[in-house]
């Protein structure tokens, strides 16, 4: 094959020893030359590359390998910073909010205390200044101004919860005066009852109990019913039939 190349068998030799011995400092095994060969000409197909320009195309290859990695370490950088950043921001749109709560909390306690002073012709530029020297006052005499302001509130409540006792003590004593008419019915129905007991005590000793009774009453007002009589006419003239037999 060689000869077919126009190489005569020296410079064969020498070809086939320089490869060898580059395998050998490169740490290529001859088994695996013909492969490596093999993928030189891949690369130089898929890329259009000349085999004489492989390497060139290899070496612009890793040092463009090479720039991408910096982009991308420079990007990963880039974002770290970029979250710092956010968490920064986050953080003082956090406090910003915060603020603006205690803000509008004074803002509120502000607008609350000077309707308070408003109602009571008080004025909250004017008459605050006082205020604050009634509370030196109360310092300077050895008592706690917040102690004082409770004592204060307590009345308040105090006053709330009599007020609300009152309210209840007179419901009560409304219940108390319904409780005492609805007894004395009760009483009278009771006086009224125990006069009659006696009387349905001998109508059940003689035979007539609560059915013979109904029973009783049934047939009057059946007769009532067939004369076209008011009941309890009927009762009374049955009674007076009754007498004259």
Do not use: W
């Not at 020893?17 to 400092?25: L, P, T």
């Not at 492989?54 to 990695?69: G, P, Q, R, S, Y």
């Not at 409770?150 to 009345?155: A, D, G, L």
């Not at 125990?194 to 009387?199: A, G, I, K, N, Y």
């Amino acid at each position: 094959m060689l000869s077919g190349q126009n190489i005569d068998p020296e410079a064969a030799t020498q070809l086939i020893g320089d490869i060898y011995n580059k395998c050998k400092d490169s740490g290529v095994l001859p088994s695996e030359f013909a492969m490596c060969i093999k993928d030189l000409v891949k690369v130089s197909n898929d890329d259009h590359v000349p085999l004489s320009k492989v390497k060139e195309h290899i070496d612009e290859k890793t040092a463009k390998k090479k720039e991408l990695e910096i982009k991308l370490e420079n990007l990963k950088n880039e974002i770290s910073t970029l979250n710092n950043q956010k968490s920064e921001i986050e953080n003082a749109r956090d406090l910003a909010m915060q603020q603006k709560k205690m803000a509008d909390l004074e803002i509120k306690s502000y607008s609350n205390a000077k309707q308070v002073l408003d109602r009571h012709n008080l004025s909250i530029i004017e008459d605050l200044g006082r205020f604050a020297n009634v509370v030196r006052c109360i310092a300077e005499y050895g008592y706690d101004p917040k102690k004082v302001l409770e004592e204060f509130n307590n009345i308040q409540h105090l006053e709330d919860k009599k007020r609300a006792l009152e309210i209840t003590t007179n419901v009560l004593e409304l219940n108390i005066a319904e409780l005492g008419r609805r007894e004395s019915i009760l009483q009278d129905k009771i006086f009224l009852h125990s006069e009659t007991l006696p009387v349905y005590d001998e109508l059940a000793t003689l035979g007539f109990g609560s059915n013979e009774l109904i029973m009783l009453r049934n047939l009057i007002v059946n007769i009532a019913n067939s004369r076209d009589e008011y009941p309890p006419m009927a009762v009374k003239k049955f009674f007076e039939d009754i007498k004259t037999v």
